[in-house]
């Protein structure tokens, strides 16, 4: 196989939540595979100090401060990019939220609004407004940050309503947009060792619980998804669209048989 299917060398990619966690590796793994490379989130000196990490890898990179669940300043972040750059080859639909931990029975309104906004609808808007631009450029790459627990309920239950959401939007969105030659596809990772995630694996016996329920025995760390990203922002993957990645440790699988000793 020509190994070059894999090089992002002459795209621009715009990945959310760029700023620290799955997004910066991603953004971090697209830069080494030659890509220019935006990111978005809340807060610009985060941003800023990724760019800068970008840049020192002979690309060029840009940092936008915009709210994802924003549909106006999702608008100016592609024009932003647009304008400085000329066009979008990939999207990376990474930032992503869970304000509410407990009982849905005592869920309040604004817990729903805000994983919902965050987590489903700011990830369609961008996708519209970025498939506008791919579909006369004449194709693209979108990945989407969905989650296991929107594959399977848990604990999280308005973030494992948003995930399933954030799946389902993947697969309507390929089947409309590959006329366009646009593919949309979606990551599902398991637990990975980020600040969303940190009351998981930061306690010391949750923790060692969460690893020892994969197949792998460990909690991932950010870099363990970012190979996936390059392969569904590449060429490599050119025939791949509608399709979701699970990269989870063998987390849905679990762990090997206890036959005893
Ligand atoms: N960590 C896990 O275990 C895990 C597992 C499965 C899936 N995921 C998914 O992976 C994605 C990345 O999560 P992570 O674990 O890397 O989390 P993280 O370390 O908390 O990073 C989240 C990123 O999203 C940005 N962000 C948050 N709210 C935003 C908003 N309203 N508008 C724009 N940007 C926003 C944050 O920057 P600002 O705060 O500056 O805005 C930050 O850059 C999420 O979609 C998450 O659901 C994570």
Not at 20 to 44: E, H, N, P, Q, Y
Not at 60 to 70: L, Q, T, Y
Not at 183 to 193: D, L, S, W
């Amino acid at each position: 196989m020509n190994l070059s299917r894999f090089s992002l060398a002459g795209r621009v990619a715009l990945v959310t939540g760029g700023s620290r966690g799955i997004g910066r590796a991603i953004a971090l793994a697209f830069a080494d595979a030659g890509a220019d490379v935006a990111i978005s989130g809340r807060k610009l000196p985060d941003l800023e100090s990724v760019a800068d990490e970008i840049g020192k890898k002979g690309v060029k990179s840009m940092a936008v401060a915009s709210h994802i669940a924003r549909g106006e300043e999702s608008k100016a972040l592609v024009a932003k990019v647009k304008g400085e750059w000329g066009k979008i080859d990939i999207l990376v639909n990474n930032a992503g939220t869970s304000p509410y931990y407990g009982p849905l029975l005592e869920a309040e309104e604004w817990a729903w609004d805000a994983t919902m906004n965050v987590n489903l609808k700011g990830p369609f808007l961008l996708s519209q407004v970025v498939a506008g631009i791919m579909k006369e450029q004449g194709g693209g790459s979108i990945i989407n940050m969905a989650s296991i627990m929107g594959m399977v309920p848990s604990e999280i239950g308005f973030y494992s309503v948003t995930k399933a959401g954030l799946i389902m939007l993947t697969k309507v969105l390929a089947k409309e947009w590959g006329q366009y030659k646009i593919r949309v596809n979606a990551i599902a990772p398991g637990v990975v060792k980020t600040r969303l995630s940190e009351a998981l694996w930061k306690d010391p016996v949750k923790g060692e619980e969460a690893a020892k329920s994969k197949a792998l025995g460990y909690i991932g760390v950010p870099e363990d998804i970012a190979g996936a990203a390059l392969f569904l922002a590449s060429d490599a993957s050119s025939y791949v669209t509608g399709e979701v990645i699970v990269v989870d440790g063998g987390e849905l699988v679990g762990p090997a048989p206890d036959y005893g000793a």
